[in-house]
């Protein structure tokens, strides 16, 4: 069974600009949650979309953003990147149920110059 | 406000030797909590979890246990190898408002380095 898969997996953009990060989840989870890693927060919750809709969000600046579509794939989108967007950014899935784990792809290393 | 708290950033153990890795909570909503696993510049590996209703959850060398009164868990490796080297986390959701678990929230993170 395939894992997450987060693509690209490296990325440099220039501040100011906008980039978009995607993720496909393992085949027949549909809840696809998004996070950031930094060095000085730790991982911090961005947000959580199921059946295309955002169900959950974390208190990150509406420069960020997400969309899932039908086939459980997420897509991230940053705008007018700052310096400080410069992360690992982090895309997990789930199965729906009760309580499930989360399993995380390897990642998107964004770099804002 | 840091929910959720691993206060000791590393620990040093020796190869077969146990582990004991710590993590605090201060929200009571919490009621699922999990251990991963990170290398860097890698995704978190899930390890094991743990439900509020149990006070502790065993897989092969790694039992997580879960104190509620005192808002604690702690994860146990035993034997202790070197490839368990890595930094390990802690992570808290609750069924809060109908987010059904899918929001994690992470402590800091503690550094296990396992010397041969």
């Known amino acids: 069974k395939a894992g997450v898969t987060q693509t690209p997996r490296y990325l440099i953009k220039t501040r100011g600009q906008q980039v978009t990060l995607s993720c496909s989840p393992i085949?027949?989870?549909?809840?696809v949650s998004w996070y950031q890693q930094t060095p000085g927060q730790g991982l911090q919750f961005l947000f959580e979309y199921f059946s295309e809709t955002q169900r959950n969000k974390g208190n990150f600046p509406g420069r960020f953003s997400g969309r899932q579509f039908s086939n459980s794939r997420s897509e991230m989108n940053v705008s007018t990147l700052e310096l400080g967007d410069s992360a690992l950014y982090l895309c997990?899935?789930?199965?729906?149920?009760?309580?499930?784990?989360?399993?995380f792809g390897q990642g998107t290393r964004l770099t804002v110059v | 406000d840091q929910q959720v708290k691993q206060n000791s950033p590393s620990l040093s153990v020796q190869e077969g030797r146990i582990s004991i890795l710590n993590c605090d909570y201060t929200n009571s909503m919490f009621d699922y909590f999990l251990w991963y696993k990170k290398y860097p510049a890698e995704g978190p590996t899930f390890l094991i979890s743990?439900?509020?209703?149990?006070d502790k959850n065993e897989d092969g060398r790694f039992t997580v246990f879960l104190n509620k009164s005192a808002k604690h868990l702690s994860l146990h490796i035993v034997p202790s190898q070197p490839g368990d080297s890595a930094v390990y986390f802690c992570a808290a959701s609750a069924n809060a408002g109908g987010t059904s678990y899918g929001k994690l929230t992470f402590g800091q993170g503690t550094i296990l380095t396992v010397h041969p």
């Open positions: 997990a899935s789930r199965r729906q149920g009760a309580v499930t784990e989360a399993f």
């Open positions: 085949s027949g989870h549909r809840s």
């Open positions: 743990i439900s509020s209703i149990k």
